[in-house]
């Protein structure tokens, strides 16, 4: 019903920034939440930052005040704005989007790349 489709993936170097998109498209009344998660090799998906409907915002510790997240509910857009990237946010970032309504259910796009080295 909802698809998801990322971009502003690349690569950065130690300090820099990025932003990545995502823009939702279908049933997109069903959503609720939206959010960026995160998959390194090896390692498990882990949530980054998510946005609510209202605008409230959850961070991961380790993106905190580095990171910001935002959304156009008009558009079902949401944006992650990455500053000061290190090293360990090299990672696969996925565009996450929930329905609000029943039945419940999560979409997911399908990844862009982040690579922070010099």
């Known amino acids: 019903q909802v698809q998801l489709v990322e971009s502003g993936g690349g690569l950065v170097q130690p300090g820099g920034s990025l932003r990545l998109s995502c823009v939702a498209s279908?049933?997109?009344?069903?959503?609720?939440?939206m959010g960026w998660y995160r998959q390194a090799p090896g390692k498990e998906r882990e949530l980054v930052a998510t946005?609510?409907?209202?605008?409230?915002?959850n961070y991961a510790d380790s993106v905190k005040g580095r990171f910001t997240i935002s959304r156009d509910n008009a558009k079902k857009t949401v944006d992650l704005q990455m500053n000061s990237l290190k090293p360990e946010d090299t990672a696969v970032y996925y565009c996450?989007?929930?329905?609000?309504?029943?039945?419940?259910?999560?979409?997911w796009g399908q990844g862009t790349q982040v690579t922070v080295s010099s």
């Open positions: 996450n989007a929930n329905r609000r309504v029943p039945p419940m259910y999560s979409y």
């Open positions: 946005v609510t409907n209202g605008g409230s915002t």
């Open positions: 279908g049933s997109i009344f069903t959503l609720g939440a």
